[in-house]
């Protein structure tokens, strides 16, 4: 495939790209869910991602009749569970990838649903020198799948949201891409194809980002 347009900044999805956390994420949900005997499949949890802990808390139990105080504690039971087994880990190839962008000298930003010290934390301890920016859930009026999330993204890097390529890995993070007008590229990290199909771009690993990044950039 060849792509006449060259970008100029790569916006990063956090959960399920910078880190491999998701899989971490849905068992503390589900633990925390558990204690109100409800339960719920990966599948359905990883289309959530990208909106902040009380929208999915919310998604996820309002069709129970779940209220705000009952949501609540199950956002607190969830964050218990979540840092009792947090074990940060990384995607095969993700620090081969951001090398390269360093060396090209392409500015890099992370754009997620999470909440900010969570994120800075693993930024700071992991990727000090690689991101120039970071927006979360706590930076937004409107989280994803709206664009602002990723349009402050390029804000951040002084650059225009259509000279941005987003990686993420899930439905609503491409939509708020293709929203802000960034060129979007999904991993199948946690979801399968059928899930991804509004990217531009469809990918099976970050291997496979680097090469065509090389093309784009």
Sequence with gaps: MVFEKKYKGVLFDFDGVVIDSMHQHYDAWSKAFAEKNITFTKESFFQLEGQGLSTIARMLGEPYGLKEKELLDIIEAKARHYYSFEKIQFYDSFFELIDFLKNKHIPMAVVTGGNRD???????????????????????????????????????????PADCIVIENAPLGIKAGKAAGCFVIAVKTTLTEKYLNQANLILENFQDVKIQLQKLI
């Design 118 to 160: 969570r994120v800075s934390n693993v930024i700071e301890n992991y990727f000090k020198d690689y991101f120039s920016a970071i927006v979360t859930i706590d930076d937004v009026k409107n989280g994803k799948p709206y664009p602002e999330p990723f349009t402050k993204g390029a804000e951040k890097l002084l650059l225009n």
